[in-house]
């Protein structure tokens, strides 16, 4: 897709840079709606102490009413063991058959246990009742919160557009070609996941020749080696990098990578960690591995050795203890990943992943812009076919070959307008070459050289 230059496009009439217009518009939107955010913080925080206040004195009323029914409780359990007892006389009855002076304890029947009082019922009548209030006030509050809540989507909404339609082409996958590609797309992406088995059946459903099939698994054969390799390293497994570094040993010598000595690093380190018991296998590791980076890393090498002085009390509490740490794994596994695609020629990223991560950061500028065209009543410039009415700062990652830009039409060139190398070696757009042919004559305009106009050759970048 083409750039066109503000200051040189057919929008420059107006008055004010768009592009600082657009900018001026993002800082108006963020700022409503982090205005309403705020508003939404700040009741969140009132509505915690209030909560926590409230709850608390729940607490306190529900503690009050267990102290006051405990103590019905126990007035009505000792009313229910409360007994008579009767004494016999001093001296015995003749018609008494258990004999003299014997005292007789009597069971009556129990009397009905004793109800609450009315200061207690009173107490528990005004806990339940203050209880439902505070209730009933937290409900409140938090219903309350609700509309806040909603405010900030519909600023969402009333400050972004949500209608992408101005910035997408309709019509792409309805060729049959453009959609198998992009099916070929994200095959491919799931493939470099490990997930062959979702490949699979994306491939069978959407009916993908066995052509396209085939090299779906054959280009991202030697990336899913790659990344099952970057999952272990991330569970602290080395085995496989550690035989595919050895396999490529010279190659990642000759681009100065740091991947093979920090792997045989950290497998170090790992059994220096096992304490004393693995001190022999260190030693043994580090004589066998180390050997041939001793003059790129001597110092490092050295102050490896002193971890053996930390062995006994265990690396945790001592300045190694950076190599146990999931930063230096993760670090780790990233960096390997980065040479790994370097020396095979790959990218780390899938393609799609790619397309999807560029489009995300190119559609604010575009909504941005399709909103200042609505303003200014130019919204037809813009064709939306292969050319953009704003320059697109990608970051370098997304940046993966030259772009050719005619020196005469100053335009970048596109597939309906490709690059064109002249007999004399000169390139200019095919715009430029039928702009300036004369009939089937052609004079360079950098040098004095005349020749065909249908001599010149397309060239790739």
């Known amino acids: 897709m083409r750039a066109v230059d503000w200051r040189r496009s057919k929008f420059s009439k107006f008055t004010v840079d768009p592009q600082t217009e657009l900018g001026i518009m993002d800082n108006e939107a963020c700022a409503s709606v982090e205005k309403e955010l705020d508003r939404v913080v700040t009741k ?3 509505l915690h102490e209030n909560s926590a206040a409230e709850i608390g004195d729940i607490a306190s009323l529900m503690s009050e009413l267990v102290n006051v029914l405990g103590m019905a409780e126990k007035m009505g359990v000792n009313t229910l063991n409360t007994g008579t007892q009767m004494n016999a006389p001093e001296t015995s009855s003749t018609d008494d058959p258990m004999g003299d002076g014997i005292n007789m304890q009597v069971e009556t029947e129990p009397s009905a246990p004793q109800r ?3 200061s207690q019922i009173e107490r528990i009548r005004e806990a339940i009742s203050q209880c439902n209030d505070r209730v009933q ?3 409140t509050e938090h219903r309350e919160l609700h509309g806040s809540v909603s405010k900030i989507g519909k600023a969402i909404d009333r400050n972004y557009s949500s209608d992408f339609s101005s910035t997408m082409r309709v019509d792409a996958l309805q060729d049959e070609e453009n959609l198998m590609l992009l099916n070929k797309a994200i095959a491919k992406h799931y493939c470099r996941q490990g997930m062959d088995e979702v490949a699979r059946t994306l491939i069978k459903e959407c009916k993908m020749s066995e052509d396209h099939a085939q090299d ?3 280009s991202e054969r030697e990336f899913a080696e790659i990344y099952n390799i970057w999952i272990q390293i991330q569970k602290r497994e ?3 990098a550690l035989k595919w570094v050895v396999r490529h040993s010279s190659q990642l010598m000759e681009r100065h990578s740091v991947i093979e000595f920090r792997l045989h690093r950290m497998r170090f380190m790992q059994l220096v960690s096992y304490g004393l018991k693995s001190q022999n296998e260190a030693i043994m590791y580090a004589r066998t591995n180390f050997q041939k980076f001793a003059v790129r890393y001597e110092h490092e090498i050295a102050n490896l ?3 053996f002085i930390y062995l006994p009390g ?4 001592t300045p190694y203890r950076i190599f146990l740490s999931q930063e230096m794994w993760t670090e780790l596994s990233f960096t390997f990943l ?8 790959i990218s780390k990223n899938s393609a799609l992943s790619v397309v999807v991560n560029a489009g995300c950061t190119a559609l604010p500028a575009l909504l941005n812009i399709k909103q200042v065209m609505q303003s200014r009543q130019v919204l037809g410039m813009w064709n939306g076919c292969d050319e953009l009415p704003i320059e697109i700062d990608l970051q370098p990652e997304f940046r993966f070959h030259s772009i050719f830009a005619c020196p005469i039409l100053r335009q970048q060139t596109t597939e309906d307008n490709p690059p064109k190398k002249l007999t004399c070696g000169h390139v200019i757009s095919n715009d430029a070459l039928h702009k300036l042919s004369n009939g089937h004559i052609l004079k360079c305009p950098y040098c004095p050289v005349e020749q065909n106009a249908e001599e010149a050759v397309r060239i790739y970048f």
């Open 44 to 46: 969140l925080e009132q």
């Open 116 to 118: 609450l009082n009315d």
């Open 137 to 139: 006030k937290l409900s």
């Open 216 to 218: 779906v698994f054959d």
């Open 238 to 240: 080395l085995g496989d």
């Open 305 to 307: 050795m002193a971890s």
């Open 314 to 317: 265990g690396l945790e509490n």
């Open 338 to 345: 980065k040479d790994a695609c370097q020396l095979l020629g």
